[in-house]
């Protein structure tokens, strides 16, 4: 199949979270199965890949806007790169000091309009247009109204992925001209919720198939405490909804072959953790460990309240007189970098901390940390409990999306399972968990099963890959009963307006 996926970031170009991770393996192992895949990612500042390869000009918000394009061949995918400084040559991807940008409306219409004129200029036919989150979302509703009509999307299907449902592109409804778009997307079936306009929501009422990353988040979404409001309207498409678990890419995630990592280990080898250990607590300033002494926890993390920092700050008390030292690595929400700050501050040498984003310390933590906290709210799919598995690094975690898919709770009676799981999100549940985990830490041969059980986990894309490639040929055979839009069925109306 020919896809065309779009998106705002792709490792190694680009990168804010785990949708990049996502972006920049699953083409890779859609090419291994033989697909042929174009990438378009907007070229944001410090971005230096790609050839110039042509210019695409595009009516939005009041005038042409002219961008280049670049393009870049590796692992047998096309990235291509939108070049409109005005818009993508600014010091963050989304905002800064915890605001959106303004215009970020009309940053990403422009890269999905730019993405679909150059896919349409190129010759090619595509099978699938697929999009990732809100800031892709307009793919298939322009391709609807604008597209349909080119030889290159006369019959694509859509697909959209939802990474995470909590960024649902809200804008004020002033946008829908502004963009070029019709008053009638102003529409309960189109893009309109509660009086303003949703780019997710557009995203999902054109898109033959919907995605998500987890199977359980899948089922979560649709329902009011995980449905941030759009509960209804998946409920109402679940025929059409998927959830396919993330891959790892062990090219990059793989101790036994980390170019970050100094030593080199596996499942068999697993004493080499200590040397790591030793590099992560120097780094931190932390006390020299001793050999099966104190255990490391780790996060590293999006500073934001979807990944339980709520819940930390409660115990932020307890942790000085765990048996414990901790680690963070992470940038975000001003208040919880303060917390960490704080800590660190407090209680040198047991606890450390370091906001700002460093890929190569995240490899070295997940190396050295024994154990990895991840007490979520929500977990679309989550990543780094995949990585800590993988890495004999034992997660603690909230049994929530894609970590309840992911990490088997250590079951007391048997000691079989991969990691140390909570269900309800309190303080107190995290606390037990954690406290669970640092007493089953001084079993040495018990702790050795639970690291040996994780680190044979497969996790790898290929799986997920021939998932997506499914999907797609579903959304194929759907082509021509697109369900969005108005005129098509009135809509169940619990939930929707
Ligand atoms: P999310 O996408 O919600 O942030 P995921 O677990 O899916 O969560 O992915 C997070 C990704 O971002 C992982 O690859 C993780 O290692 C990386 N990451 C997050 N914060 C940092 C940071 N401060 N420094 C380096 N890598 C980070
Ligand atoms: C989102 C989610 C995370 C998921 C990632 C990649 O950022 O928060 O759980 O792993 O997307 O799909």
């Known amino acids: 199949m020919k896809i065309l996926m779009i998106a705002s970031e792709a490792e190694p170009f680009a990168k804010t979270g785990g949708l990049a991770d996502v972006v920049g393996a699953l083409p890779r192992a859609l090419a291994r199965l033989g697909h042929a895949v174009d990438v378009v990612i907007p070229r944001y500042r410090g971005v230096t890949a790609g050839e110039r390869a042509g210019r695409v000009v595009v009516p939005l918000d009041g005038s042409p806007r002219a961008a280049d394009i670049f393009t870049v061949r590796d692992r047998g995918v096309r990235t291509v790169f939108v070049d409109h400084p005005g818009y993508y040559d600014r010091e963050h991807l989304y905002g800064t000091g915890g605001e959106d940008y303004a215009d970020n409306p009309a940053r990403f219409t422009l890269l999905v309009r730019v993405a679909l004129e150059w896919a349409a200029s190129t010759g090619d036919r595509y099978d699938v247009v697929h999009a990732h989150d809100w800031q892709a979302g307009l793919a298939p509703v322009l391709l609807d109204r604008a597209f349909r009509g080119s030889p290159a999307f006369g019959r694509t299907a ?131 460990p001793e050999p099966a002494g104190r255990p490391l926890v780790a996060m590293i993390s999006r500073l934001v309240d979807q990944k339980g920092f709520d819940l930390v700050t409660q115990i932020a008390d307890e942790l000085p007189r765990l048996d414990a030292s901790f680690v963070l690595l992470g940038t975000g929400e001003p208040r919880y970098e303060a917390l960490w700050r704080g800590l660190a501050a407090r209680h040198p040498g047991r606890i450390g901390a370091r906001i700002g984003f460093d890929e190569a310390l995240a490899h070295r933590i997940e190396g050295g940390a024994d154990l990895f906290l991840m007490p979520s709210r929500f977990e679309p799919c989550g990543l780094n409990q995949m990585y800590s598995l993988r890495y004999g690094t034992v997660p603690v975690v909230r049994a929530t999306g894609g970590l309840y898919d992911t990490v088997q709770n250590v079951d007391s009676a048997t000691g079989r399972g991969t990691g140390f799981t909570f269900d309800a999100y309190s303080a107190d549940a995290l606390l037990a968990a954690l406290r669970r985990a640092l007493e089953t830490y001084r079993n040495r041969p018990a702790w050795r099963r639970i690291q040996a059980a994780g680190m044979r986990q497969d996790f790898s894309w290929e799986a997920s890959a021939r998932q997506y490639a499914a999907a797609y040929e579903r959304a194929t055979i759907g082509t021509g009963d697109l369900p969005g839009g108005p005129g098509g069925p009135e809509r169940e109306r619990d939930g929707i307006r």
């Open 158 to 288: 859509t697909v959209l992925t939802i990474h995470n449902l909590a960024y649902q592109g809200l804008a004020d409804r002033a946008w829908l001209g502004r963009l070029g778009l019709g008053a009638e997307l102003m529409h309960v079936d189109a893009l309109e919720y509660w009086g303003r306009i949703s780019f997710l929501k557009g995203g999902i009422a054109f898109s033959r198939v919907i995605t998500t990353v987890s199977p359980r988040y899948a089922q979560e979404i649709q329902t009011p405490e995980y449905g941030f409001g759009f509960d209804g309207i998946l409920r109402h498409r679940a025929a059409d909804l998927v959830g396919i678990l993330n891959g790892i890419d062990y090219d990059q995630w793989d101790p036994a072959r980390d170019p970050h990592l100094p030593v080199a280990y596996d499942a068999e080898h697993l004493e080499a953790k200590h040397a790591l250990k030793r590099l992560v607590c120097e780094t931190f300033g932390l006390e020299a």
